[in-house]
């Protein structure tokens, strides 16, 4: 049978040894780097870009090519814009206002090319009837002034069957 020893033996004093690495150090520690940012969403914003690209074309082939085509197999005749022919000028003339007051009015008409000869009394005689008797408050507003020209302009295109295509003010006094 084996006999078993011991050994006691007392504890040495140890002295402490100076640590290497002191607290000012440890907050000195560096940083370990920041980790780039994952760039999320990045191939949405692109597919949302082109989805929104393809919407847009979309829209447009069918307003310019597509909706012409419908109107005209619905019956519809789709008629040519008005082409810019001759340009009448018309002579300026005074035109009595109400209370004592008048009008020096001189404008010129934009007619189509498809427009024949127009006769300058008849627009005369249109323009009189249209000014004369207003007070010189509502021939001075611009608002007003730019609804009696539109005025004017669908007048004389009732007259010449819609060959006027506007009216241009050439000399407007008020006294």
Not at 10 to 27: A, C, E, F, G, Y
Not at 69 to 85: K, Y
Not at 90 to 105: F, K, P, Q, T, W
């Amino acid at each position: 049978m084996p006999i078993e020893q011991r050994v006691v033996s007392t504890p040495r004093p140890t002295v402490p040894q100076p640590s290497k690495i002191t607290p000012r150090d440890r907050s000195k520690a560096p940083e370990p780097p920041p980790e780039p940012e994952k760039k999320k969403g990045k191939g949405l914003v692109i597919a949302l870009i082109v989805v929104a690209t393809i919407v847009v074309a979309g829209a447009v082939v069918f307003w310019f090519f597509i909706r012409p085509g419908l109107n005209a197999e619905a019956g519809e005749q789709v008629e040519p814009e008005p082409v810019a022919g001759a340009v009448q000028t018309v002579e300026s003339m005074n035109i009595n206002l109400a209370d004592g007051h008048y009008l020096r009015l001189g404008f010129a008409v934009q007619l189509t090319t498809e427009a024949e000869e127009v006769e300058p009394a008849m627009i005369l005689d249109r323009t009189i009837a249209q000014y004369s008797g207003r007070k010189m408050s509502e021939v001075l507003d611009p608002a007003a002034r730019e609804e009696l020209k539109n005025q004017l302009k669908d007048k004389l295109n009732e007259l010449y069957g819609g060959e006027v295509l506007d009216v241009w003010l050439t000399d407007y006094v008020a006294q």
